[in-house]
């Protein structure tokens, strides 16, 4: 299985910072994916993270908010900007292998808790 | 929206065969059929994934009926650590975004 690291694993933020979540793949990748998971709730994609253009962004979610950056197959971040509790959340990065079918893998997830 | 539904909640007796079932009723011909767990405060743990064939690997078996509208997945011998809220999602071939439904908690039991 593809190896996803993210970090922080957890953090605490203050409401109105922002904060920065890396992505590291263990191999070049073409697709990846960053989701929220509220508390309780299923899993809901933010956007897809391109290699050399814009990140792809759902419905009800911003770039201005959002920001995402893939600067080549390996690597991505995703910051939370201008947080409030309602950010309170599991963020999670995920990657298609390339060359393995069609798996797509996971990151352990970045717990923010906003206060 | 999730284009799956999947029970709530089942439970299982340790060292039986869990069986979670998956209705995909509007599934088109192009689209897999994902299973995923997610184990608390973990991330989602891929499981297995087929599109028309039934399908087996180390961790499961996927059961797909002939008409594609609903599948089953096999754990064959559960164990405690199996418990977990388990999702299974439909992607089309095009496209490798994963919408994901509110899943099944499966609960183990001793």
């Known amino acids: 299985s593809a190896v996803i690291s993210q970090k922080p694993s957890r953090d605490i933020c203050q409401r109105g910072t922002s904060l920065t979540i890396q992505c590291q793949v263990d191999?070049?990748?073409?697709?990846m994916f960053w989701y929220r998971q509220q508390p309780g709730q299923s899993l809901t994609l933010i956007a897809t993270?391109?290699?050399?253009?814009?990140?792809?962004?759902e419905s009800g979610f911003v770039i201005d908010k959002f920001p995402i950056s893939r600067p080549n197959l390996t690597f991505s971040t995703l910051t939370v900007s201008n947080m409030s509790p309602e950010d309170s959340s599991i963020y999670l990065c995920?990657?298609?292998?390339?060359?393995?079918?069609?798996?797509?893998?996971f990151g352990e997830g970045s717990w923010l808790t906003v206060v | 929206d999730a284009k799956t539904t999947q029970p709530p909640s089942m439970d299982c007796a340790e060292g039986r065969a869990a069986n979670l079932p998956c209705n995909h009723s509007?599934?088109?011909?192009?689209?897999?059929v994902y299973w995923y767990r997610q184990i608390h405060s973990q991330g989602p743990q891929y499981i297995i994934h087929?599109?028309?064939?039934?399908e087996t690997n180390e961790m499961a078996s996927l059961i797909i009926t002939e008409d594609r509208k609903s599948s089953t997945l096999i754990l064959p011998h559960a164990t405690l650590r199996d418990t977990a809220v388990y999702y299974c999602?439909?992607?089309?071939?095009?496209?490798?975004?994963?919408?994901w439904g509110a899943g099944t908690k499966l609960i183990i039991k001793p």
């Open positions: 995920s990657a298609r292998r390339d060359r393995l079918g069609n798996t797509i893998y």
């Open positions: 191999s070049q990748v073409t697709m």
């Open positions: 993270a391109n290699q050399g253009s814009e990140a792809t962004y």
């Open positions: 509007t599934i088109s011909g192009n689209e897999y």
């Open positions: 087929g599109l028309k064939n039934n």
């Open positions: 999602i439909v992607r089309s071939d095009s496209n490798y975004q994963l919408i």
